[in-house]
């Protein structure tokens, strides 16, 4: 499995852009790069994830380098409910299953 | 909006004693997973089943665990005799098809499990 590495915590205001860093210059051509996130006491919950494209959907947006060796994690505007541990998780698109194998993650906090 | 379940949300189990958790998956998804959190600690992989049976199961998942799909809904996770450190939060999660593949996972709210 790639190995990734996050901050472990950031900080942000409310109603202010965040970006979420993750490197993952192990990652493979077939890993897509899965982002999650787990709220206080709540179970782990899908953001968003990609393979080459920078990605938006309701939630975020995806920013992949070009080199596929890190991608930023970009939530627009943070609210106080974005406050939450946030986890990039390489995942092979290789016909196998494959499981999310999760990090420690980077704990965001939002001051409001 | 579908979501996974699962029940009881906190199981009190003395040490030794058998424990079962429940999970009803999402109805359309063929994937189902368990994963477990320590205290203070990182989400882990317990084991993944597809097709009635284990697709992959980590070094966690020893003879003391096992799964079922007892009917078309549920999905269980049997601890036969619990330890101490079995002590934990239980997810459960599915998905449409793989994981390893092109998809999300939908997790359930979790149970907490405290063998005393």
């Known amino acids: 499995d790639a190995k990734t590495t996050q901050p472990n915590s950031m900080e942000s205001n409310e109603e202010e852009p965040v970006h979420l860093p993750c490197n993952h210059s192990?990652?493979?051509?077939?890993?897509?790069i899965h982002w999650y996130r787990q709220l206080p006491s709540q179970g782990p919950e899908y953001v968003i994830h990609?393979?080459?494209s920078n990605v938006n959907n309701r939630m975020a947006s995806l920013a992949i380098a070009e080199d596929r060796k890190s991608s930023t994690l970009i939530l627009h505007r943070a609210t106080l409910r974005d406050a939450a541990v946030y986890y990039c998780?390489?995942?092979?698109?290789?016909?196998?299953?494959?499981?999310?194998?999760f990090g420690k993650g980077t704990k965001l906090s939002v001051k409001p | 909006e579908p979501e996974v379940t699962q029940t009881p949300s906190h199981q009190v189990t003395q040490m030794g004693q058998e424990v079962i958790l429940r999970c009803v998956p999402i109805?359309?998804?063929?994937?189902f997973y368990w994963y477990r959190q320590i205290l203070g600690q990182k989400v882990e992989f317990l084991v993944s089943?597809?097709?009635?049976?284990?697709?992959?199961k980590s070094e966690i998942f020893d003879d003391q665990f096992s799964v079922e799909r007892p009917d078309g809904s549920n999905f269980t996770l049997k601890i036969r005799s619990t330890k101490l450190e079995d002590s934990a939060m239980y997810f459960c999660?599915?998905?449409?098809?793989?994981?390893?593949?092109?998809?999300?996972?939908?997790f359930g709210q979790g149970t907490r499990l405290t063998v005393v």
């Open positions: 109805s359309n998804h063929l994937y």
């Open positions: 990609g393979l080459t």
């Open positions: 999660a599915s998905s449409e098809i793989g994981q390893g593949t092109n998809t999300e996972a939908f």
């Open positions: 089943f597809y097709n009635n049976e284990i697709s992959e």
């Open positions: 192990t990652i493979s051509g077939t890993d897509y």
């Open positions: 998780i390489p995942l092979n698109y290789g016909g196998s299953q494959g499981n999310l194998i």
